[in-house]
T-cell receptor, first 115, second 109 residues
Framework: DTAVSQTPKYLVTQMGNDKSIKCEQN?????MYWYKQDSKKFLKIMFS???????INETVPNRFSPKSPDKAHLNLHINSLELGDSAVYFC??????????????FGPGTRLLVL | DAKTTQPNSMESNEEEPVHLPCNHS???????IHWYRQLPSQGPEYVIH???SNVNNRMASLAIAEDRKSSTLILHRATLRDAAVYYC??????????FGQGTILTVHP
């Protein structure tokens, strides 16, 4: 069984479009995250939700809006896509973000290419 | 956020032990040391973590210096499937993982 799944796996779109990436975890975790990995392979956290509440919001353009309909899902909606948004987006989940010993489980990634 | 410093790359031969170093001189008393790895075209995968004492699990061992300013991830017998980018991360409160550039491990047959 897949622990953290993302859809779609690949996304190719035109500049200016709006797109969404979905993430689901079946681990019973209460905290979920979105990370962005750019072309230089640096992984950077974007958002984190704990029990459907936003707890980490890094300096990310307003065009990115996370939505958590329930604890098992954290979707990422991106408006007005730009060339610089091309990257691999990873979703992750963990128990209780307040505990620094908790491990995170990552999804397989969504490869976004903006043309 | 406290930073970590790792060598850009390391090489090993199959079936030999690998010691991956990490410096974290600005670590605070409550920071856990986490190691993740990322295989090609996959998401990061948890390897091991520790606070003060050395740790062992089925994947690896983590040796933490007494002053906690450095640590070493030990793969006891490297296999070709261990070829990956290894990240040493200091985990802060609220679960924030700040990834550095990591160490690219190449394993030769």
């Amino acid at each position: 069984d897949t622990a953290v799944s993302q859809t779609p796996k690949y996304l190719v779109t035109q500049m200016g479009n709006d797109k969404s990436i979905k993430c689901e975890q079946n681990l019973g975790h209460d905290t979920m995250y979105w990370y962005k990995q750019d072309s230089k392979k640096f992984l950077k956290i974007m958002f984190s939700y704990n029990n459907k509440e936003l707890i980490i919001n890094e300096t990310v353009p307003n065009r990115f809006s996370p939505k958590s309909p329930d604890k098992a899902h954290l979707n990422l909606h991106i408006n007005s896509l730009e060339l610089g948004d091309s990257a691999v987006y990873f979703c992750a989940s963990s128990h209780r973000s307040g505990s620094t010993g908790e491990t995170q489980y990552f999804g397989p990634g969504t490869r976004l290419l903006v043309l | 956020d406290a930073k970590t410093t790792q060598p850009n790359s390391m090489e090993s031969n199959e079936e030999e032990p690998v010691h991956l170093p990490c410096n974290h001189s600005t670590i605070s008393g409550t920071d856990y040391i986490h190691w993740y790895r990322q295989l090609p075209s996959q998401g990061p995968e948890y390897v091991i973590h520790g606070l003060t004492s050395n740790v062992n699990n089925r994947m690896a061992s983590l040796a933490i210096a007494e002053d906690r300013k450095s640590s070493t991830l030990i793969l006891h017998r490297a296999t070709l499937r261990d070829a990956a980018v290894y990240y040493c991360i200091l985990r802060t409160s609220y679960g924030k993982l700040t990834f550095g550039q990591g160490t690219i491990l190449t394993v030769h047959p």
